[in-house]
């Protein structure tokens, strides 16, 4: 491993800003996972291949004349609709399976939906527009560049706004009762099965937000989420998958070390940098199982 | 283990479908035999994987990581490295100089990615269930990054080409036959040790592990020791197939084995039926011939965009999940028997737990 | 007095088990009304039964009108509240969140900002301590607790499962006393399950016994108290 001789700060603290943007991203992932996690116990392998069929729509109305924002609000009630509609359709019949059955549905459904978004809008790499203007601000001394700050802004956004809305809400309390003990809640006269079904509409909202702030980067083609799903996999293992705290950190924290990973250790350089990330994460989990803020499950037997 | 058939109807079906491979070349064009060709490459592919998720019950994403492993390791002793200067690459010191029969390669890809399989099946044991998936699937996203990089040992991003195939020892058959054969006759062994590992103590404890850890160790059996065995022997058979495929194809490269191709195997292994070897066949029809029907269904003279497979695929398995969750093979125990009462309504008691958490 | 629950002829099993034979038996309006027996005789079925966690056969009615079978949120909206075996309170959130879910059936704001004082009133402990994890409060703090938010919710009945398991005498009497003046006060109408046979008969006005999944012996406290039966089995003299 070579280290540069010389340790520029600035360059540190821009590695470390465009990390923390990645990072915002991973974390909105992250957080749909945990989200579903929590409220149904699935662990949706289809999440990232919803927020790209949600970002290709978006894209498919701002091709057709709709301006950014309202084409943004608009896909958002979408994936919203969509996620519901998903599970109540497909998960709510297999609820009560072995975990093993319901990870291959969300397979079938990963298989379905990546063959359809390249069926739908072929298989060509397409250019999603920024809302945010291509340029930077300096900062210190240091360069950030707007789309970066504009990224940060709208994840994290949406995150506090869903914490906020969980913490104060009656319908957020519910489906915090409901994650935690579904049967009591019953008893309380909440209607669990929308809840959980709200839960997936919230999610396929954050994988929308994901998607959407991800492809003026990354490029629109029918597998662009499959890398940012497996960091957001790992975020919210890292933290711990029944934490959303630990969702959000752990993917700040893979945006960041990733970013300066692959600046600062050749070894890594470009290509290595998501199976360095794995190895880490399969470190942690192997000496800490339950992940940095996961609370430690005993088996039962 | 249900037996839908009797055992001798069951010798019967076995005849008559050894019968079938045998005879097949006679009455199929050349383009047909490649095809079946590949039912077969599958075939052993998804023995080795039915073998570790349907018998025992840790379920992989990336089972066609390990078939590149027992690609490249073929094309690599196919190829030497003499061979692979030939391809203007600078080859890794670790290559034997000269290259070697193809047929000999598959046997030695089989042993190479079976011990992989092992290596990767100790630290696998601190994770169950989904976090196996989760990491498995890691694997399958990152190993071709990581072939890419590593040039020396590889050919990097373009890949290697291989010589075409012939049969060898200077035998008169023609190519495609000799392929065909070579794939079956593997497929026919293969199918006949995992039939005897599957009937025998060591799948007992498969089986026992996968339906309670916990239960199975209070019997005597080892998970370690049992799980890192059916992880290693799964990924000898995708080492086979990975072999076989690149002598089929003459070429590989890092993306001929991708991770939608691991979610694919999954997804046929579990059409045909987990846990079940006769539906494997199944599985192997429909991961070959199921993209190319719904692409250009026969009958409706349609032509579609190639992504009508997997779509169809993922539906198909989507039905089968809601519908018919032991495969095409729980099919054939409903043809010949009466559908049983299953348990009357009334749920399990609801425990203490499921109120106090 | 009207009834304001019947059960007739109810019917319960758990997969092959059959857990209830033919379970009959009214509570009327503002009674406390205590179903004994020994474990395994079905009591707690038979709440579940009420509530729609277990599916039966035969007829409940709740105020004139029959239950939704399998709802246990339609159930709870009628006006029912079952405090379960082991309590069900969300562990992980505070005594207040607790509060508020208990209001939720009513509609959580209104309904907690008119009943949390009176509920305040019976247990003003509750108050001070409204920011703690409901988790970390003692055995007797969280049936109280669980007591409190069936009660939030305003019901008209209100079924008990239980409450005295795992807590000292003191709080049993603590506890019972409380349901014995909620329902003076308020014409609370009490269904309770208990394997305290001495303290529930002292709170009810009426008990039934059952065993093996049938009412055995039913009538008023007084006349259980004095039943050969009863003094052996469930009373101990």
Same mark, same amino acid.
């Given at each position: 491993?070579?280290?540069?001789l010389?340790?520029v700060?600035?360059?540190?603290?821009?590695?470390?800003?465009?990390?923390?943007?990645a990072?915002?991203?991973?974390a909105?992932?992250?957080?749909?996972?945990?989200?579903?996690?929590?409220?149904?116990?699935?662990?949706?392998?289809?999440?990232?291949?919803?927020?790209?069929?949600?970002?290709?729509?978006?894209?498919?109305?701002?091709?057709h004349?709709?301006?950014?924002?309202?084409?943004f609000?608009?896909?958002?009630?979408?994936?919203?609709?969509?996620?519901?509609?998903?599970?109540?359709?497909?998960?709510?019949?297999?609820?009560?399976?072995?975990?093993?059955?319901?990870?291959?549905?969300?397979?079938?459904?990963?298989?379905?939906?990546?063959?359809?978004?390249?069926?739908?809008?072929? +298989?060509?790499?397409?250019?999603?527009?920024?809302?945010?203007?291509?340029?930077?601000?300096?900062?210190?001394?240091?360069?950030?560049s707007?789309q970066?700050?504009?990224?940060?802004?709208?994840?994290?956004?949406?995150?506090?706004?869903?914490?906020?809305?969980?913490?104060?809400?009656?319908?957020g309390?519910?489906?915090?009762?409901?994650?935690?003990? +579904?049967g009591?809640?019953?008893?309380?006269g909440?209607?669990?099965?929308?809840m959980?079904?709200?839960?997936?509409?919230?999610?396929a909202?954050?994988?929308?937000?994901?998607?959407?702030?991800?492809a003026?980067?990354?490029?629109?083609?029918?597998?662009?989420m499959?890398?940012v799903?497996?960091?957001?996999?790992?975020?919210?293992?890292?933290?711990?998958?029944?934490s +959303?705290?630990?969702?959000v950190?752990?993917?700040?924290?893979?945006g960041?070390?990733?970013?300066?990973?692959?600046a600062?250790?050749?070894?890594?350089?470009?290509?290595?940098?998501?199976?360095?990330?794995?190895?880490?994460?399969?470190?942690?989990?192997?000496?800490?199982?339950?992940?940095?803020?996961?609370?430690?499950?005993?088996?039962?037997? | 283990?249900?037996?839908?058939?009797?055992?001798?109807?069951?010798?019967?079906?076995?005849?008559?479908?050894v019968?079938?491979?045998?005879?097949?070349?006679?009455?199929t064009?050349?383009?047909?035999?490649?095809?079946?060709?590949?039912?077969?490459?599958?075939?052993?592919?998804?023995?080795?994987?039915?073998?570790?998720?349907?018998?025992?019950?840790?379920?992989?994403?990336?089972?066609?990581?390990?078939?590149?492993?027992?690609?490249?390791?073929?094309?690599?002793?196919?190829?030497?490295?003499?061979?692979?200067?030939?391809?203007?690459?600078?080859?890794?010191?670790?290559?034997?100089?000269?290259?070697?029969?193809?047929?000999?390669?598959?046997?030695?890809a089989?042993l190479?990615?079976?011990?992989?399989?092992?290596?990767?099946?100790?630290?696998?044991?601190?994770?169950?269930?989904?976090?196996?998936?989760?990491?498995?699937?890691?694997? !399958?996203?990152?190993?071709?990054?990581?072939?890419?990089?590593?040039?020396?040992?590889?050919?990097?991003?373009?890949?290697?080409?291989?010589?075409?195939?012939?049969?060898?020892?200077?035998?008169?058959?023609? !190519?495609?036959?000799?392929?065909?054969?070579?794939?079956?006759?593997?497929?026919?062994?293969?199918?006949?040790?995992?039939?005897?590992?599957?009937?025998?103590r060591?799948?007992?404890?498969?089986?026992?592990?996968?339906?309670?850890?916990?239960?199975?160790?209070?019997s005597?059996?080892?998970?370690?020791?049992y799980?890192?065995?059916?992880?290693?022997?799964?990924?000898?058979?995708?080492?086979?197939?990975?072999?076989?495929?690149?002598?089929?194809? !003459?070429?590989?490269?890092?993306?001929?084995?991708?991770?939608?191709?691991?979610?694919?195997?999954?997804?046929?292994?579990?059409?045909?039926?987990?846990s079940?070897?006769?539906?494997?066949?199944?599985?192997?029809?429909?991961?070959?011939?199921?993209?190319?029907?719904?692409?250009?269904?026969?009958i409706?003279?349609?032509?579609?965009a190639?992504?009508?497979?997997?779509?169809?695929?993922?539906?198909?398995?989507?039905?089968?999940?809601?519908?018919?969750?032991?495969?095409?093979?729980?099919?054939?125990?409903?043809?010949?028997?009466?559908?049983?009462?299953?348990?009357?309504?009334g749920?399990?008691?609801?425990?203490?737990d499921?109120?106090?958490? | 007095?009207?009834?304001?629950?019947?059960?007739?002829?109810?019917?319960?099993?758990?997969g092959?088990?059959?857990?209830?034979?033919?379970v009959?038996?009214?509570?009327?309006?503002?009674?406390?009304?205590?179903?004994?027996?020994?474990?395994?005789?079905?009591?707690?079925?038979?709440?579940?039964?009420?509530?729609?966690?277990?599916?039966?056969?035969?007829e409940?009615?709740?105020?004139?009108?029959?239950?939704?079978?399998?709802?246990?949120?339609?159930?709870?909206r009628?006006?029912?509240?079952?405090?379960?075996?082991?309590?069900?309170?969300?562990?992980?959130?505070?005594?207040?969140?607790?509060?508020?879910?208990?209001?939720?059936?009513?509609?959580?704001?209104?309904?907690?900002?008119?009943?949390?004082?009176?509920?305040?009133?019976?247990?003003?402990?509750?108050?001070?301590?409204?920011?703690?994890?409901?988790?970390?409060?003692?055995?007797?703090?969280?049936?109280?607790?669980?007591?409190?938010?069936?009660?939030?919710?305003?019901?008209?009945?209100?079924?008990?499962d239980?409450?005295?398991?795992?807590?000292a005498?003191?709080?049993?009497?603590?506890?019972?006393?409380?349901?014995?003046?909620?329902?003076?006060?308020?014409?609370?109408?009490?269904?309770?399950?208990?394997q305290?046979?001495?303290v529930?008969?002292?709170?009810?006005?009426?008990?039934?016994?059952?065993?093996?999944?049938?009412?055995?012996?039913?009538?008023?406290?007084?006349?259980?108290r004095?039943?050969?039966?009863?003094?052996?089995?469930?009373?101990?003299?």
């Open positions: 491993m070579a280290l540069p010389a340790f700060w600035t360059e540190f603290a821009q590695q470390v800003t465009s990390g923390l943007a990072g915002a991203i991973y909105s992932l992250a957080l749909a996972l945990v989200l579903i996690y929590q409220t149904t116990n699935v662990v949706n392998f289809a999440q990232g291949e919803m927020a790209t069929f949600t970002t290709y729509v978006a894209w498919s109305m701002m091709h004349g709709l301006g950014y924002w309202p084409a609000v608009l896909t958002l009630l979408i994936a919203f609709g969509a996620g519901v509609t998903v599970e109540r359709v497909l998960i709510r019949p297999v609820e009560h399976r072995p975990e093993i059955v319901i990870v291959i549905l969300t397979i079938g459904m990963f298989i379905a939906i990546n063959g359809l978004v390249g069926w739908i809008f072929g +298989p060509e790499v397409k250019a999603f527009d920024s809302p945010f203007p291509n340029r930077s601000v300096v900062v210190g001394g240091v360069s950030i707007v970066d700050i504009g990224t940060f802004g709208v994840c994290l956004g949406t995150v506090v706004a869903l914490w906020l809305f969980f913490r104060l809400t009656t319908l309390l519910a489906m915090r009762a409901v994650a935690f003990n +579904p009591a809640s019953r008893l309380m909440v209607r669990v099965g929308w959980l079904a709200l839960g997936w509409g919230f999610a909202v954050l994988g929308a937000i994901a998607g959407m702030m991800a003026p980067t990354v490029f629109l083609d029918p597998d662009m499959l890398v799903l497996i960091y957001a996999f790992a975020a919210a293992v890292l933290g711990g998958i029944d +959303p705290v630990g969702a950190v752990g993917g700040l924290l893979i960041v070390v990733i970013n300066l990973l692959g600062y250790v050749n070894f890594v350089g470009q290509e290595l940098r998501l199976p360095t990330a794995l190895a880490v994460l399969l470190v942690v989990l192997v000496i800490r199982p339950s992940g940095l803020f996961g609370r430690v499950v005993v088996r039962k037997v | 283990m249900r037996r839908a058939l009797t055992p001798a109807l069951q010798g019967l079906v076995l005849a008559g479908a019968l079938v491979i045998v005879l097949l070349p006679r009455f064009s050349e383009f047909r035999l490649g095809q079946f060709t590949y039912v077969g490459i599958y075939f052993v592919a998804l023995l080795g994987l039915n073998i570790l998720t349907g018998y025992n019950g840790q379920i992989t994403l990336g089972h066609a990581a390990f078939m590149a492993i027992g690609g490249y390791t073929a094309a690599l002793l196919i190829l030497g490295r003499s061979g692979f200067e030939l391809l203007g690459q600078q080859a890794s010191h670790v290559l034997p100089q000269h290259g070697m029969r193809a047929i000999f390669t598959i046997p030695i089989g190479v990615t079976g011990v992989i399989g092992c290596l990767f099946g100790i630290p696998a044991l601190r994770l169950a269930g989904v976090s196996l998936a989760l990491a498995t699937l890691a694997v !399958s996203v990152s190993l071709p990054a990581v072939a890419k990089r590593f040039e020396h040992l590889t050919g990097g991003g373009g890949g290697l080409s291989l010589p075409l195939p012939h049969a060898p020892f200077g035998w008169h058959v023609s !190519s495609p036959h000799w392929l065909y054969y070579e794939a079956w006759v593997c497929a026919g062994i293969l199918f006949v040790v995992a039939w005897l590992l599957v009937r025998g060591v799948g007992r404890a498969w089986r026992a592990i996968r339906d309670g850890e916990v239960a199975a160790v209070s005597g059996v080892s998970p370690a020791v799980k890192t065995l059916a992880f290693g022997i799964s990924a000898a058979y995708a080492g086979v197939a990975g072999a076989l495929f690149a002598i089929q194809v !003459s070429y590989i490269n890092p993306d001929t084995f991708p991770v939608t191709l691991s979610l694919l195997l999954l997804a046929s292994v579990v059409i045909g039926g987990l079940s070897l006769s539906g494997v066949i199944v599985g192997a029809l429909v991961l070959e011939f199921l993209p190319i029907y719904a692409q250009a269904p026969p409706l003279h349609l032509q579609f190639k992504e009508a497979g997997p779509v169809v695929f993922g539906i198909t398995l989507i039905l089968i999940v809601l519908l018919i969750p032991g495969g095409a093979a729980s099919l054939v125990g409903r043809i010949t028997r009466p559908v049983t009462n299953r348990a009357k309504s749920s399990a008691p609801p425990s203490h499921d109120f106090a958490r | 007095m009207s009834t304001l629950l019947e059960l007739r002829g109810v019917e319960a099993r758990y092959p088990i059959k857990a209830l034979h033919g009959s038996l009214t509570v009327a309006d503002g009674e406390i009304v205590a179903l004994l027996g020994a474990n395994g005789a079905g009591k707690t079925t038979t709440l579940r039964a009420v509530s729609g966690t277990v599916r039966h056969t035969g409940i009615v709740f105020e004139g009108k029959q239950i939704a079978r399998g709802k246990p949120d339609a159930v709870a009628a006006g029912i509240a079952h405090v379960p075996e082991g309590r069900g309170l969300f562990t992980q959130l505070s005594v207040w969140e607790n509060l508020r879910m208990g209001a939720y059936v009513r509609g959580e704001r209104r309904t907690l900002r008119a009943e949390a004082p009176r509920v305040f009133k019976y247990f003003p402990w509750l108050e001070r301590r409204r920011d703690q994890q409901a988790g970390t409060l003692s055995g007797g703090e969280q049936q109280m607790l669980a007591l409190g938010r069936a009660l939030v919710g305003r019901p008209r009945l209100l079924m008990l239980e409450p005295s398991l795992g807590l005498p003191t709080v049993v009497q603590e506890l019972f006393r409380i349901v014995k003046e909620l329902n003076a006060d308020d014409g609370l109408t009490v269904l309770v399950v208990e305290n046979a001495n529930a008969l002292d709170a009810a006005a009426r008990a039934y016994v059952l065993e093996v999944g049938q009412v055995a012996i039913e009538g008023d406290s007084a006349e259980l004095r039943h050969e039966g009863v003094r052996k089995s469930y009373l101990g003299y």
